[in-house]
């Protein structure tokens, strides 16, 4: 369970909820208060994900994984194309946080899995396998000086998404 004093990379989420920067939506997000829909403030969140600002990035990934789960319609696809685009190009982050943040689990690493392979569903008919493949190369070419641990966990999420696809 996550309280205010849990703490994500370095802050508690209190620091994050009162942060005057996290926009408002995205409190309610976490806090569940309210859920994830394809207005038009819930879906400008999925691009704060690639935000420049080290401290709230944390926040935005933890608050939009947490709404995975629940992604259905219109507010689903974005999602997916957003992770699959979030794993291909900030992997090393991406494993940073499922391999050191205690609050993202493995249930959590699943759902990002099952997002991807959705998308790669969508956007490769007929050439899945080939898209997996290309997922791996290119997660393995975005994780710069990566130690065994690392790539053991890229080839675990790309399992995953393989196990997903239909």
Request: glycine share 4%.
């Amino acid at each position: 369970m996550v309280t205010k004093d849990s703490i994500l990379s370095g802050n508690r989420i209190s620091f994050y909820i009162n942060h005057k920067e996290i926009p408002q939506v995205c409190k309610e997000l976490f806090r569940n208060t309210r859920q994830p829909s394809d207005e038009l403030d819930v879906l400008a969140l999925l691009d704060s994900v690639f935000t420049s600002n080290d401290k709230t990035r944390p926040f935005y990934f933890l608050t939009i994984t947490r709404t995975m789960a629940k992604a259905d319609g219109a507010y689903a696809e974005p999602l997916g194309m957003m992770a699959k685009q979030f794993v291909e190009t900030r992997t090393k982050e991406f494993i940073t946080y499922f391999r050191n943040e205690s609050l993202l689990t493995d249930k959590d690493f699943d759902e990002w899995a099952k997002k991807v392979a959705g998308e790669i569903e969508i956007s490769s008919s007929g050439r899945e396998n080939e898209e997996v493949k290309v997922l791996k190369e290119k997660m393995k070419l975005n994780c710069e000086r990566c130690d065994e641990g690392q790539i053991k966990t890229i080839d675990d999420f790309v399992d995953r998404v393989g196990h997903h696809r239909p």
